[in-house]
């Protein structure tokens, strides 16, 4: 037996210490240092779950609840321990003033219920609770004591006043610890991704990736190591927060960069990053610049600058704005060179043939076309044929060589618009050079509307033949019929037609009916004897 134990003897209403010695039937079997054994009735074991969670040889408080004499067994309780106990540690955070841990097990009327263990409560009222309104059930809190009176055993606790006084504290901490534009050592307590955690006086602060550098810093990790000191500005302090920086301990570079360059002026840079919008650069080594996909080429529409440039590539470039609230500075290389574009209808006048390659199909849009300068161009899909085709892949692949018609210049743009069809003899002039209104033709129906038969005339020119149902026609998709040209648009460039016996009338519909239900014995050799009857039926 452990000789430890503070009580060695049984007194009715004292707790005592005792160990967990066995479990049978729901109750569980104590030593307390007496020569008869206490056990804790099964009632309480397993209404508390005391019969689960304790393991034999579990130290525990007990009380003493009946003693049966020296031979008897003693009655003893866990629970009355733990109440007792725990309303122990009430009185005393109530008598220190300090903060206790509860569980909000529930919401009532004006507030919530806290449960301190043990099923010792007490009410939170909802003005002390900082919830306002938010449900802040099975959460584990700390509370100050408010009111305490210990012979109804009720108890009223304040979160909020818990809250009020830690702020305070950190408040005066922070005070202590930081002096607004004085330099300070802090110990890095976490590197993240957008910035560390910083340690002072018990103190953790958060510096943003912004705030650690004049530079845009592409692997915070590799700048700083957890664990160790350095030396940062209070920039400033409200309440129990305080703001720090380590880039502000030197002199802003962009402010130099500022009063030292102007529009216009030439600049050297290094490629850090490129992203689907455009370049990040340092400019000079000292400040951050941004170079946007449009600010690359006057020639061409530049969609990946990873075709151009890769990271560490050191080019020349030249400022076209200085964007002070982002210290960032705004760039082109293009316009390094003289714009092109003014006079452009020099190298390119519209009407011209010129020779490119298909760079990219976007369908139901059209395609970019290469010029040999490397001018980027651009061709409608209404451009392309003037035959009708599914898709733009059906007529054309890139990489082709082909020669094209310049249709116009946008300089606003800076595209140049050209043509692939207009190359070739329009089969509208074709068609209106060799036909004339009430001319008859024989056509393929290429297609059924709901209100007009679509006819093939020649390659690239249909006509309609307007129509008043389309179930009752008498012709389908790929018949040929004769028509007559009805009208000829040429502004629109339509052609209406007209046909003979493209619907089912009545009559015919009736007859077809009957033919298909009646069964005829007429034959051939009856037609050759016909005159043959006729003269022996006249004798």
Known sequence: MD??????SVREGAIIKGRVIRKQDGDVFVDIDYKAEGVIPKEETVKYNYYEALAEGAEIDVYVKKSDGQEGMVTLSKIIADKKVIFSKVKKAHKDGAAIDGEVIKAVKGGFIIDFGANVTAFLPMSHSKAYGEDITGRH????????DEEKRNV?????EYIDE????????????????????????????AGIDVEKGGIITFIPDHELSW???????????EGSMIEVLV???DKNRVSLSVKRLTENPFEKFMSSRKQGDRVKVKVKEIRSDGITAGVEGEVEGFIPAGEISYFRRVKNAAELYKPGDEIEACVIKIDGAGSKAIL????????PWQTIEERYPVGARVAGVIKQITEGDGAEVELEENFDAYMHISNISWFSFASIADVLKPGEKKEFKILGIDKNKYRIMLGLKQLMTSPWSSFTG??????AMDVKITDIEDSAIVCQIMDGVSGRIMIKNRSKLAVKKGDTINVRIAKIDKDAKKVLLTGKDLEITEAKKQIDEYMKTHEHSFKMDDVANFGNVNKEEQK
Not at 156 to 160: D, G, L, N, T
Not at 168 to 193: C, G, L, P, W, Y
């Open 215 to 225: 530079k845009h810093m592409q692997d915070i990790k590799k700048e700083f190591t």
């Open 3 to 8: 000789k430890n134990f503070e009580v060695k």
């Open 332 to 339: 082109s290389v293009k316009r390094l060179e003289k714009n």
């Open 156 to 160: 009223v606790v304040s979160y909020k």
């Open 166 to 193: 830690r702020s305070k504290k950190e408040e005066e901490n922070i005070k202590k610890n930081f002096t607004v534009n004085q330099k300070t050592q802090v110990r890095v307590a976490a590197v993240k991704d």
């Open 235 to 237: 920039a400033g302090l």
């Open 141 to 148: 809190l700390l509370f100050k004591i408010i009111q305490l």
């Open 434 to 439: 060799k036909y004339k209104e009430g001319g």
